[in-house]
């Protein structure tokens, strides 16, 4: 998320409902990538949704830096790759042994275009 050259989604667009949450995810990840030029991230409305969820900026930022590397590593220990290909050969998918990535492999089984190499060998996560 690049904010010295974009804006955050707008307060009014929702999650489940709540208001301002995809405005806050935004900033925070411009936060996390550094770049979120002049908007504020940590305080005034940011906080307020924190505080509707019992935490606080430094925290997100832990559990959202954690849990990016977590679902977009692609798969590198051998029996790792073994059972996802094996998961891929069942789902009828043989051909796209090139997925190493869990949330390819689901975006793929949901009907999703998936790069060929994946969208982590082809530099699309969202890092």
Known sequence: MDLINGVPRSGHD???????????????RAHIAGTLGEHVSHRGFSADVFELFGTDAETY??????NLE?????????????????RMVNAGHGDRLDIVCALDQLDHDEGREVPIVGRHAAGLTHH
Do not use: C, N
């Not at 977590?70 to 094996?86: C, F, K, N, S, Y």
């Open 14 to 28: 929702t999650v489940g409902g709540i208001v301002l949450l995809t405005r806050v995810i935004d900033k925070m």
């Open 61 to 66: 930022v832990e559990i959202a830096a954690s």
């Open 70 to 86: 977590i679902v977009t590593r692609p798969a590198t220990d051998p029996a790792a790759l073994e059972r996802m290909h094996g």
